[in-house]
């Protein structure tokens, strides 16, 4: 377990130009989330589902890490052992920043990836930014069941946030960049820790800032400086 958890949002991915459901604009504006999002929209609008998130997955393709993803990656390979990076983003831009698949907890899955629809199997698939029909004509080649996008559907279950509590175990320090708090309580976890920080571009209904040692209202590309250093100080007196 680790000293400190680093949570990132949409906020983060924001600002490499990667749109948020919860803004006008964009890929999000065509298409309905309670038709393309939900947990049961494969079975009951499967095309309309799977073009939706092939466009996000193309969407990706030329998206570039921001300075927050690479000063985290920065400490993160820094500090190994004492650092947790989880973020509710399904996008690949931490891993563009340079870290490996291992160093980056993503709670909500991972656009790059499909996988088998069928439980015992679950067969995984990277395929990069293709279309899920490029990938054996959207069938898995071990069950022969049909694939789908590696997220995290509205409604479903999901199995990172074990990790995400048991990483809350041991931590000392919690970090909030770039989430609305509208998907995970932040409030709550905030008060597993002594010190904790909120970084948001603007205050939000949903979190309760004075549960939190340290609110910055600003870019988190610029807030992610003065963060850093807040880690080294906290890490270098505690050790």
Same mark, same amino acid.
């Given at each position: 377990?680790?000293?400190?958890? #680093?949570?990132? !949002?949409? =906020? ?5 130009? #990667? ?6 604009? !964009? ?6 989330? &309670? #038709? ?9 609008? @499967? ?8 466009? +996000? +997955?193309?969407? /990706?393709?030329?998206? %570039?890490?921001?300075?927050?993803? #690479? ?45 088998? +629809?069928?439980?015992?199997?679950? +067969?995984?698939?990277?395929? @990069?930014? @293709? ?6 004509? !959207? *069938? ?6 049909? /694939?789908?996008? &590696?997220? %995290? ?10 990790? /995400? ?12 960049? =770039?989430?609305? !708090?509208? %998907?995970? =309580? ?14 948001? /571009? ?19 590309? *610029? ?17």
């Amino acid at each position: 377990m680790s000293k400190i958890i #680093i949570l990132s !949002g949409a =906020g983060v991915s924001a600002e490499s130009g #990667i749109s948020t459901f919860r803004e006008s604009g !964009g890929l999000w504006d065509n298409y309905d989330v &309670n #038709i393309v999002c939900n947990h049961d929209s494969l079975d009951k609008n @499967e095309s309309l589902t799977l073009k939706f998130y092939d466009k +996000r +997955r193309d969407d /990706l393709k030329d998206k %570039v890490p921001n300075n927050t993803h #690479i000063i985290i990656k920065e400490l993160k390979q820094k500090y190994p052992n004492d650092i947790s990076v989880i973020t509710q983003n399904v996008d690949n831009l931490f891993e563009k920043a340079g870290m490996n698949d291992d160093e980056v907890i993503h709670l909500h899955g991972f656009m790059t990836q499909v996988r088998c +629809r069928e439980d015992q199997c679950a +067969r995984i698939y990277n395929i @990069e930014y @293709e279309s899920i029909k490029d990938c054996n004509n !959207g *069938i898995c080649d071990d069950c022969g069941s049909k /694939l789908r996008p &590696n997220i %995290v559907f509205f409604g479903e279950m999901a199995p990172m946030y074990e990790k /995400l509590n048991e990483e809350l175990t041991d931590c000392e320090m919690f970090i909030v960049i =770039g989430t609305s !708090g509208n %998907v995970i =309580g932040v409030n709550t976890l905030a008060n597993f820790v002594d010190y904790s920080i909120l970084n948001n /571009l603007e205050p939000s209904d949903a979190i309760e800032e004075s549960l939190f040692s340290k609110v910055l209202y600003k870019k988190s590309s *610029i807030a992610i400086n003065e963060i850093a250093e807040d880690i080294e100080e906290f890490l270098n007196s505690s050790s």
